[in-house]
């Protein structure tokens, strides 16, 4: 008998992550389904979700272990924007792309009723905020210093304040609209306003 040809060998793992990343977008979208139509978070199961997105409940731990808290922090990943990605060519530049991305964040989370919902849920349960937090807010505060250390490096930025103030300075006017005072203005042009004000203060020689 003639052995499997490699290309028959492959084919099988080419398909098995088709399926797995359709099977997640349709327990994601299950979970957007099930909002919308009026369910409460709490009254969402892993077994509704399951049903809902034509799966086993066993898919969706497999790909969630966590439960029921991790697969919500997905679906709030899946609702907003994609992360910044500063280019790198610029500080000023990088510092207006990942300003821009908290200004499109805050319209969209007012414009969203689920993705409202979904971000009050994880604020109000303390452990999951925690995970929220150590998931996605750690890494986009990173890529935020990453962007000052290279300021500061190069001389566009002063060296003499701590880089987590130096962060808050840009990113705090842009939060307190976004956060704090829903009712503020979200204009084009925000993100570049900011970032030019706050750098005129924080260039060395100040």
Same mark, same amino acid.
């Given at each position: 008998?003639?052995?499997?040809?490699?290309?028959?060998?492959?084919?099988?793992?080419?398909?098995?992550?088709?399926?797995?990343?359709?099977?997640?977008?349709?327990?994601?979208?299950?979970?957007?389904?099930?909002?919308?139509?009026?369910?409460?978070?709490?009254?969402?199961?892993?077994? #509704? +979700?399951? $049903?809902?997105?034509?799966?086993?409940?066993?898919?969706?731990?497999?790909?969630?272990? %966590?439960?029921?808290? !991790? /697969?919500?922090?997905?679906?709030?990943?899946?609702?907003?924007?994609?992360?910044?990605?500063?280019?790198?060519?610029?500080?000023?530049?990088?510092?207006?792309?990942?300003?821009?991305?908290?200004?499109?964040?805050?319209?969209?989370?007012?414009?969203?009723?689920?993705?409202?919902?979904?971000?009050?849920?994880?604020?109000?349960?303390?452990?999951?905020?925690?995970?929220?937090?150590?998931?996605?807010?750690?890494?986009?505060?990173?890529?935020?210093? #990453? +962007?000052? $250390?290279?300021?500061?490096?190069?001389?566009?930025?002063?060296?003499?304040?701590?880089? %987590?103030?130096?962060? !808050? /300075?840009?990113?705090?006017?842009?939060?307190?609209?976004?956060?704090?005072?829903?009712?503020?203005?979200?204009?084009?042009?925000?993100?570049?306003?900011?970032?030019?004000?706050?750098?005129?203060?924080?260039?060395?020689?100040?």
């Amino acid at each position: 008998m003639n052995p499997t040809p490699p290309a028959a060998e492959a084919a099988p793992a080419r398909r098995g992550r088709p399926r797995s990343e359709a099977a997640e977008r349709a327990i994601v979208e299950g979970v957007l389904r099930l909002l919308e139509e009026g369910t409460s978070i709490d009254a969402i199961s892993i077994e #509704g +979700v399951a $049903r809902l997105a034509g799966v086993g409940k066993a898919t969706v731990y497999r790909r969630w272990p %966590g439960g029921k808290d !991790e /697969l919500l922090l997905a679906v709030v990943d899946a609702l907003e924007e994609p992360p910044a990605q500063p280019r790198g060519d610029s500080v000023r530049d990088d510092l207006v792309t990942l300003l821009e991305w908290y200004r499109r964040v805050g319209m969209a989370k007012r414009q969203s009723a689920v993705l409202r919902t979904m971000t009050s849920h994880v604020k109000s349960h303390p452990k999951l905020w925690q995970q929220y937090h150590d998931s996605v807010i750690k890494a986009r505060r990173e890529t935020l210093h #990453g +962007v000052l $250390r290279r300021g500061v490096a190069s001389g566009e930025l002063r060296d003499d304040i701590d880089l %987590g103030l130096l962060g !808050e /300075l840009f990113t705090g006017p842009m939060l307190t609209r976004t956060v704090l005072h829903e009712s503020k203005d979200l204009p084009d042009g925000l993100a570049e306003q900011i970032v030019d004000s706050v750098l005129d203060g924080v260039r060395p020689g100040r």
